[in-house]
C-alpha cells in the first residue's frame, strides 16, 4: 500500500513564525498534493508538484510556498504564519494526474497558529 | 445532499441498513468522480471511483451511481456497518489539475 506520511500531527505555532509541513510518499508517485481542510469548505488545494523542482499554484496559494527538491519529499512553507492559517493540512500524492487516479492522503496535520 | 460551499449534512442509519450517500456537482464537462471516505483524525481514504462513460460501479458493499443529466453522484453503502462512520466526500474533475471537493456528508451508523 502506498504510504503517504507527514511529519507532525498537531503544531502549534506563533504568528509570524515561519512554519515548515513536510510529507513523505513512498510509491515513486509522480506528483504531490497540498490541500487545506476547513469546516463547512472541504479540501481546498495550495500547491502541486508534477515533477521535482517543478510546482504549480492551486487555488489558494498566498502566504504559502512550497519545495520539491526529492522526488519522495514535499515541502509546504507559510513564510509568517497568520491565525487565518489556523488549519488542517493534508498531503496527498498520486501516480498519474488527478484526472486519471485516485490521491493517496497522509493523515494530516492540525496547525494552530496563535 | 452535499456540494461545495454547503454547511455539512448529517446522515444517520441503523446498523446493517443500507445508506445512500447523495452529491451534487456544478461542472458538466466533469469526467471523472471519486467517492473518499474520512474518519476521525486521519486522511481521506479513496473507496471508489466512476468516469462519466458508466453511470454505475460496484465495489465490495459500495456502489457509486452516476446521473449526467441531473449533475449527481451516490454513494451506496450495503449493510452498513459501525466501521463505516466517517465524513464521505465526492470529488469531481473536470479536466483541470486539481480535483473539486464537497463539504462532506457526515455518516453515523447507530448499533
Known amino acids: 500500500d502506498v504510504k503517504v506520511t507527514q511529519s507532525s500531527r498537531y503544531l502549534v505555532k506563533r504568528t509570524g513564525e515561519k512554519v515548515f509541513l513536510e510529507c513523505v510518499q513512498d510509491?515513486?508517485?509522480?506528483?504531490m498534493f497540498w490541500y487545506r481542510q476547513d469546516p463547512g469548505l472541504g479540501l481546498r488545494l495550495i500547491y502541486f508538484?508534477?515533477?521535482?523542482?517543478?510546482?504549480e499554484k492551486g487555488d489558494i496559494p498566498e502566504g504559502y510556498s512550497v519545495s520539491r527538491e526529492k522526488k519522495e519529499r514535499f515541502s509546504l512553507i507559510l513564510e509568517s504564519a497568520s491565525t487565518n492559517q489556523t488549519s488542517m493540512y493534508l498531503c496527498?500524492?498520486?501516480?498519474?494526474?488527478?484526472?486519471?487516479?485516485?490521491?493517496?492522503f497522509g493523515s494530516g496535520t492540525q496547525l494552530s497558529v496563535l | 445532499g452535499e456540494s461545495v460551499g454547503l454547511h455539512l449534512p448529517t446522515l444517520s442509519v441503523q446498523e446493517g441498513d443500507n445508506s445512500i450517500i447523495n452529491c451534487a456537482y456544478s461542472?458538466?464537462?466533469?469526467?471523472?468522480f471519486i467517492w473518499y471516505k474520512q474518519e476521525s483524525g486521519k486522511g481521506p481514504q479513496f473507496i471508489i471511483d466512476?468516469?462519466?462513460?458508466?453511470d454505475k460501479r460496484q465495489g465490495q458493499r459500495v456502489t457509486v451511481l452516476l446521473n449526467k443529466t441531473v449533475k449527481h453522484l451516490s454513494l451506496q453503502i450495503a449493510a452498513t456497518q459501525p466501521g463505516d462512520s466517517a465524513v464521505y466526500f465526492c470529488?469531481?474533475?473536470?479536466?483541470?489539475?486539481?480535483?473539486?471537493f464537497g463539504t462532506g456528508t457526515r455518516l453515523t451508523v447507530i448499533p
Open positions: 496527498a500524492s498520486s501516480l498519474l494526474g488527478p484526472r486519471d487516479e485516485k490521491l493517496f
Open positions: 510509491m515513486d508517485h509522480e506528483n
Open positions: 508538484s508534477y515533477d521535482v523542482k517543478m510546482k
Open positions: 461542472n458538466s464537462a466533469s469526467d471523472y
Open positions: 466512476i468516469r462519466s462513460n458508466m
Open positions: 470529488a469531481e474533475n473536470a479536466g483541470a489539475n486539481n480535483l473539486f
